[in-house]
Every structure is written in C-alpha cells, then in structure tokens.
C-alpha cells in the first residue's frame, strides 16, 4: 500500500486517458447524495477544482460512509471515467476506501457555507484548506518561483544575508531585539546601562530590517545580487498593508544608476504579473469572481502600460492643486501617506507612478545626494490598491558625503563601519531596491488584508501559530 502511485487531483482533472484505475488522496469539501449513491468532493491542494467521487452507497459498509464528513482525509481507489454530470470532465468511480483520518462534523471549525476572512484568520492553521487560501498560496508559490526565475536568467545571484544584525539599515529604529539575557535580571555596567558585553553576541544586535546592507556588499563584488528573505519591523502600525514578518525581495547593481534602477523595477513588476496571468489562471478567475472583480483587469493595466516617471515635487504640487479633502494635507517636504499616492496613481494618472527625487528628510542615510542640497535619489513605485510596492534609490557612493551624512544623523559609526569602507575600497555607483513580497501578492491576488496573503501574518498582539 505504502508504494502505491497516487495521481494528484489536477493531473486527474486534466487527463483524458479514463477507464484506468487511480487512487486519489485528499480531503473531503462536500458530500450529497441520496440512498443509492454519494457524491464526494474531494480536494488535494494541487488544484482550486475537486474532483468527484461516485460512491455506490450499497457497495460499502455504512459505519464508514458516515465518517466521511466535511474535513476528512481519504484514500480512494476506483476507476477514472468520464462524468455524465455537467459540473466536471472526469470523475472517480470508487472501488475502495480507506478514511486516513476523521474530522467530526460537531468540532471541524471549516463547513460547507463560506467563512469570513476575519474568522479563518483565527483558525490559520486549518485556513489553507478553503479554496481561498488554497489559490493565494498557490499564487504565492508562483511569485516566488518566478523571482528566483528573473533573477535567475538574467545573470543575478542570490546572496543570503544575515537576520541577525547590530545595524538599522532603515534607520526607523523598528527593530525588534535579539538577545539572550535573563529580563528578571539583567546584568547592569557599573555606568546603570544594560551590559551588553554579557550578552550572546556581545554587543546590542536586532532582527534585520532589510538585507540591503550586506546585499551592497554582494553587489560590490559579484555586480548583480538579489536578496530574497525575511525581514522584521517592530512598527506599531495595525493596517491592511502592514506585518511585523514580512518577506522582502532586493535586488543590488553595481553600476546602475537611478533610471537603470527604474527599468529594472518596472520591467521586473510586469513580468511577475504576466508569469501570474499565465501560469495562475485558475485560481486569479476564482479570486476575480469571489472578491475583487477588477481583479484581472488591474493585472492586465500593469502589463500593458508605462509607469510614469515623476519628481516628489512635481507629485507634490499635483496634489495641493487637486482641490482633494486629504486627511493628512501634504506640504513639500512631507512623507506621502497612502491616499496620496493612490490619488496619484488611481485618480490622476491612471497608471503606475514611479516617484523619485525625495526630500533627504524623509529618507534613509544611503540614498545618493543630489546637487540641489535637499534632495536624493529615491524612488517610491506606487501601484493602484497598494500604494508604495516598491522603495529604493541609487546609493551615496562617495565616501566624504556619506559619511557626512551619517555623522548629520548622529549615526553609531561603530555599526556599519564595514558598510563605510566599501565607499574607501573600489567604490562604485549602485542601486538597487526593496519588493514587499505581500504587497506584491496583495496586489496579484487582489486580497484587502495583507494578513490573508501570508501563512501565518505577525502583527501586534498577534503571534499565533
Ligand atoms: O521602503 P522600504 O523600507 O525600503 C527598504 O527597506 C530598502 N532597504 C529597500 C532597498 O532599497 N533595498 O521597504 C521596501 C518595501 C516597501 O516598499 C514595501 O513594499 C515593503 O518593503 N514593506 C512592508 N511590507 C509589509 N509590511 C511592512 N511593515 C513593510 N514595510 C515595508
Ligand atoms: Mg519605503
């Protein structure tokens, strides 16, 4: 039995060689019928569709015909035949069946009528079961896939870097500690400070808020890198658009400059929204129909428009001239809340905008100066829905400028030395920028709450599973 080949649901559904016998595995979705016959849907997670089972109720013992409920694991064995029914191609004519594993239909939290988003949030470990879930992390292995495929075939190596830092490369200060001292009792220097020399690295570190840092490094040697892992950031902010755990993609090139950076970030969008249209088919139509039906054409504006290209001050002044009611109003020099950037976007362009050129205020330590003193190159790219999916920038590559930069900020030096010293040892222009890998799935599957684009979301007060 162990070795025993089983076909997965979506190879079945496809093939059109019927009259063999198949074993199928997988968990029940429905069961209707009448006295005679039972019709079992049964779901593997290789596909959003079920496949049907025939069971002839006489055939079978009828204590184990009650245990198939809603949620239970089967093994079926029976024959692949064509269905007579409309709903499916093919259908599995049961022969034998074996119940791997009950689920009593008084607790199994997921039963037939559809559930709210908010309720299978507190049940995320049986969540991956429900066709909804099933699609976005069916898109999300995809989109993860094609990254590494880009990247990949376009000559760029992806360059692990550590989780575990002692540098604030945003700079944001929304980190989230790592360390091993006893909390009830914390070794003090004679100072009062908390004694760090104790501790397991021996000086303050933190989960890392990107892997840009390194991934400079990577840059500066091997010219093209991408980073692609988790990063932390301990921001109090409970919005649909934000988690404390969340997956960043960041590319790195030597050499490029802040209009290569555009190209590559424009030209790297649309091909994972075209690899989506082409390889998710499926499950974006049943996303489409059940809860968001712009959901394909937005996919489609991605890929078959320009983003535009604009100055911060430019956007700036477009939205004072607006004559918009904005809840935050927006001066020169002010970070641009989410509303601004769909107004832009959604409202005023119609298509994405890429918006560089930021006040050096409101941006990290890295970013290249310009000549007008007050600006750097950075670049936000802002999608409809989302707002910013992208952030990045060409990086200060003089030494004297970036140094004067972080002495401005009151930087501890003592952190990123080794990050000051590439700006002393063959320096180079770069540039490079950072994906949020959920708010590109929020996006791509066209889910509102970034908490249902993730496994298992981390956002305050919340940790479960
Ligand atoms: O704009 P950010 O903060 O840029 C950086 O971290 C740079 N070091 C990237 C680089 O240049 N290599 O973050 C990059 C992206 C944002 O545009 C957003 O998509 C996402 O990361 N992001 C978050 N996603 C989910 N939850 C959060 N709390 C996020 N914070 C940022
Ligand atoms: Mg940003």
């Known amino acids: 039995m162990s070795n025993e080949k089983r076909t997965r649901i979506v190879d079945l559904l496809r093939s059109t060689d019927v009259d063999r016998e198949v074993v199928v595995k997988g968990w029940v979705r429905t069961k209707r019928g009448n006295k005679n016959v039972a019709f079992?849907?049964?779901?593997?997670?290789?596909?959003?569709?079920?496949?049907?089972?025939?069971?002839?109720?006489?055939?079978?013992?009828?204590?184990?015909?009650r245990k198939i409920t809603t949620g239970a694991c089967l093994r079926v064995t029976g024959t692949l035949v064509k269905s007579l029914g409309s709903g499916q191609p093919?259908?599995?004519?049961?022969?034998?069946?074996?119940?791997?594993g009950e689920a009593d239909p008084e607790s199994y939290p997921l039963q037939k009528k559809g559930h709210s988003l908010e309720f299978l949030r507190e049940i995320a470990y049986l969540r991956p079961r429900t066709n909804t879930f099933g699609a976005v992390l069916r898109i999300r292995h995809a989109m993860a896939y094609a990254i590494h495929k880009y990247f990949n075939d376009r000559g760029f190596y992806y360059l692990h870097t550590p989780l575990i830092t002692a540098s604030d490369c945003e700079g944001a200060g929304?980190?989230?500690?790592?360390?091993?001292?006893?909390?009830?009792?914390?070794?003090?220097t004679p100072e009062g400070e908390v004694d760090y020399a104790q501790d397991f690295f021996g000086k303050p570190c933190n989960l890392t808020v990107s892997g840009q840092l390194e991934g400079e490094l990577g840059a500066l040697a091997?010219?093209?890198?991408?980073?692609?892992?988790?990063?932390?950031?301990?921001?109090?902010?409970?919005?649909?658009?934000?988690?404390?755990?969340?997956?960043?993609?960041?590319p790195e090139v030597a050499f490029n400059d802040l209009e290569d950076n555009m190209e590559l970030?424009?030209?790297?969008?649309?091909?994972?929204?075209?690899?989506?249209?082409?390889?998710?088919?499926?499950?974006?139509?049943?996303?489409?129909?059940?809860?968001?039906?712009?959901?394909l054409e937005r996919l489609k504006f991605i890929t078959d428009n320009d983003f535009v290209r604009l100055d911060y001050t430019e956007g700036v002044k477009i939205l004072q001239e607006s004559g918009e009611k904005f809840?935050?109003?927006?001066?020169?020099?002010?970070?641009?809340?989410?509303?601004?950037?769909?107004?832009?976007?959604?409202?005023?362009?119609?298509?994405?905008?890429?918006?560089?050129?930021?006040?050096?205020?409101?941006?990290?330590f890295y970013m290249k100066q310009n000549d007008d003193g007050r600006t750097v190159?950075?670049?936000?790219?802002?999608?409809?829905?989302?707002?910013?999916?992208?952030?990045?920038?060409?990086?200060?590559?003089?030494?004297?400028?970036?140094?004067?930069?972080?002495?401005?900020?009151?930087?501890?030096?003592?952190?990123?030395?080794?990050?000051?010293?590439?700006?002393?040892?063959?320096?180079?222009?770069?540039?490079?920028?950072?994906?949020g890998f959920e708010r590109l799935l929020l996006f791509v599957t066209g889910m509102a709450n970034i908490r249902d684009v993730i496994p298992f979301p981390r956002t305050p007060k919340n940790a479960e599973f």
Not at 266 to 295: I, P, S, T, W
Not at 390 to 402: F, Q
Request: aromatic share 12%; charged share 25%; net charge negative.
């Open 90 to 100: 093919v259908e599995v004519q049961a022969r034998e069946i074996e119940i791997y």
């Open 265 to 295: 970030a424009e030209d790297f969008l649309k091909y994972l929204v075209r690899y989506a249209l082409e390889h998710c088919q499926d499950d974006l139509q049943f996303l489409n129909k059940m809860f968001d039906e712009g959901l």
């Open 377 to 435: 190159r950075a670049m936000d790219v802002l999608f409809p829905k989302i707002g910013e999916i992208i952030g990045g920038s060409e990086r200060e590559a003089d030494y004297a400028k970036l140094n004067a930069r972080v002495e401005e900020l009151g930087m501890n030096k003592e952190s990123i030395w080794w990050y000051l010293d590439t700006r002393r040892f063959g320096s180079a222009p770069h540039s490079g920028f950072g994906l």
């Open 174 to 188: 929304a980190m989230f500690n790592v360390t091993t001292l006893d909390l009830n009792n914390v070794p003090r």
């Open 327 to 364: 809840e935050f109003p927006c001066d020169w020099g002010c970070d641009l809340q989410s509303e601004h950037e769909r107004y832009l976007v959604e409202r005023h362009f119609k298509k994405p905008v890429i918006l560089i050129n930021y006040p050096k205020d409101i941006k990290a």
């Open 222 to 250: 091997l010219s093209q890198i991408y980073t692609f892992g988790p990063t932390f950031r301990a921001e109090n902010s409970n919005t649909p658009r934000h988690l404390a755990e969340f997956w960043m993609v960041e």
């Open 40 to 65: 079992v849907a049964m779901n593997d997670g290789s596909t959003i569709n079920n496949i049907q089972v025939v069971v002839d109720v006489a055939a079978f013992d009828g204590e184990l015909l």
